[in-house]
């Protein structure tokens, strides 16, 4: 009975949590052998080998035709066949829709690391621990592994990811006469410094961001949550710890003392505001240039004014990197040829040309090893930051000592949850400690509700 709860649950927060709502699913079709999701007449690109077994895959990278065409060129025994059915939301309400069916699942399916454990909570997703895993372990490192994992299964290839550093404008930096802090303490300190001196926010704190809360957490040492299916109907909530308390009073007081600015993320006033100098630093992720530029960031009187920088630490001597964003590419369990899928979910945009174009055309920015180690990789100098070598003195390091997530089927609730908590503070109605307490019951009093045991 409590199986088919949890199960209920899952399947309700997967719809609830979609960023776009949409309607529809994939077609049927067993695709020359490949298993559900589109037919192969349905394909966005070319099938080089006709007679080879078709894999059906999902993505929405910018250039996912090229990737699988380098695939499929340098595979004789498997194609893919690409089909963009949406970002993000949409692509999950629509698998959504074909896991509820029972059939038009593609075989494989982008996934970002932080829906892994919903798809994996309804028996969705194959666990690839003995399809390929040990053959391409080495290439990825402890963190994005542990990124896409359930438990002890492994349930998506890695791809790209988001180590966080502080990027920042040097007008204004140079304005006011300071330098990038290395500390939390030092970054309020440097932030009531500009504002005495009438310069603008900071950095932001937006309630629309609650992933990106979740990674500051982290950084200060936090485990929200414990979860192993193997355990089954236990989850671990700890959101109200020491540690996420301290991470809530320091950013409610920054909004108190009006150091940072409140506004969403990702909407056109708050990229104006980027552009305009309202904001001195941008606390993000290394996919943030590229998001940045296609904003329209760094084209006009904000040009060649960016650098990046370590993200602040609570303490210098134990630093801790931080994850915001990466996806993967997971097999379906409606893939009639598991093995096959796996062989596409692993190799897709594994090869070095689609690597190299990828990060050179600021897409992704990728976790194989292969290419953060690479001289190329390491000394290129990033345009957007006026040529500085942003990879090697920042993102690369973060990404080798990034220790991972854990993930829950309880994600996107919990998201929807810690928004809520992130607007009282901004509008003043709660202090950090009072939001982490509120965020502790509303999570576990849901979590029981739908049949969780909460340890």
Known sequence: MKTRRVFAVVTALAFAGALVACSGGGGGGDNNGGGGGDSASN????????????????????????????FNEANDDVQVCWTNVGAGGEAYDKFQTAISAGSGAPDVMMVEADRIATFQAQ??????????YEDVKDNFSEGAWKDVSVGDGIYGAPIDGGPMGMIYRTDIFEEYGITPPTTWEEFEATAQKVKDA?????????????????????????????????????????????EIKEVLEYWSGLVEKDLVGTEDQFTPEYIAGVINGNYATYLSAAWAPGYLQGAGVGE?????????APMPQWDPNNPIAINWGGSAFSVSSQASNPELAA??????????????DGWQNQIIFP???????????????????????????????????????????????????LTKQIAAINDGQITGSEAADALQEDVVSYAEEQGFTVN
């Open 43 to 70: 394909c966005e690109n070319e099938i080089k080998n006709p007679d080879a077994p078709v894999v059906t895959l999902w993505a929405w990278y910018p250039n996912s035709e090229l990737v699988v065409d380098n």
């Open 123 to 132: 028996g969705a997703l194959v666990d690839l621990k003995d399809l390929g």
């Open 198 to 242: 009438g310069g603008p926010w900071f950095a932001s704190f937006a309630a629309n961001q609650p992933a990106y809360v979740t990674a500051l957490f982290y950084g200060n040492g936090a485990e929200p949550f414990e979860y192993d299916p193997a355990n089954e109907g236990e989850i671990g909530i700890n959101l109200n710890s020491p």
């Open 300 to 308: 006009g009187a904000d040009a060649g004014v960016w650098a990046t």
């Open 343 to 356: 062989k596409v979910a692993f190799g897709v945009y594994a090869d070095q040309a689609s690597l190299d």
């Open 367 to 417: 976790l194989n090893v292969n290419v953060l180690d690479s001289d190329e990789f390491l000394n290129y100098e990033v345009p957007f930051f006026s040529g500085q070598q942003a990879n090697k003195e920042v993102y690369v390091p973060a990404a080798n000592a990034y220790k991972g997530m854990t993930y829950t089927p309880l994600g996107q609730y919990y998201y929807s949850a």
